[in-house]
């Protein structure tokens, strides 16, 4: 069973940064895309930011140019480093993964999502 673990959410003031982590962890034998979702209160989970494990990167036109997708295929661990935080940014952010495990099954992961939170 894959198990993905977020970290890093907390309260922050506009203009501020946080840095967001998830591990994959179960009998993984690799990981492909790796995702962040984020959910506000009232309205959809829209999708964030995605990553390929080779490295190409995709990201929703509200956080361009200020937040940046990365990871670390060894640790498999997908990370969201975010900066100049708007208001708008409050969220609970998931982390999503597409897994291989080592049974050779292949299965969609979530995470149980850490807030994050941005006041004016």
């Known amino acids: 069973q894959v198990q993905l673990v977020e970290s890093g959410g907390g309260l922050v003031q506009a203009g501020g940064s946080l840095r967001l982590s998830c591990a994959a962890s179960g009998n993984i034998f690799s990981t492909n895309d790796m995702r962040w979702y984020r959910q506000a209160p009232g309205k959809q989970r829209e999708l964030v930011a995605s990553i390929t494990r080779t490295g190409s990167t995709n990201y929703n036109d509200t956080v361009k140019g200020r937040f940046t997708i990365s990871r670390d295929n060894a640790k498999n661990t997908v990370y969201l480093q975010m900066n100049s935080l708007k208001p708008e940014d409050t969220a609970v952010y998931y982390c999503?993964?597409?897994?291989?495990?080592?049974?050779?099954?292949?299965?969609?992961?979530w995470g149980q999502g850490t807030q994050v939170s941005v006041s004016a």
């Open positions: 999503n993964a597409d897994v291989w495990h080592v049974s050779r099954a292949f299965t969609t992961s």
